[in-house]
């Protein structure tokens, strides 16, 4: 018995927590959006300036 009035209490504290983050997910997906482009060029530009800096090693050592 007690299992289940913690489960009912349970169920009365979590489903307006549960619908407010279904509420909130598009809002927070679209503040994320600029976060992950930053990211992207912040990857790419680390990758460019790690092929340039590898660039002599890769034309010294290549055997092809």
Do not use: D, N, Q
Not at 10 to 30: G, H, K, S, T
Not at 48 to 63: D, E, H, M, Q, T
Request: charged residues 10%; contains cysteine.
């Amino acid at each position: 018995m007690i299992k289940f009035i913690l489960w009912l209490i349970l169920l009365v504290l979590c489903w307006p927590l549960a619908i407010l983050a279904l509420l909130l997910w598009p809002f927070v997906w679209l503040i994320s959006i600029p976060f992950r482009l930053i990211g992207i060029v912040f990857t790419g530009v680390f990758e460019l300036l790690r092929s340039i800096v590898l660039l002599p090693a890769r034309l010294l050592g290549s055997k092809a």
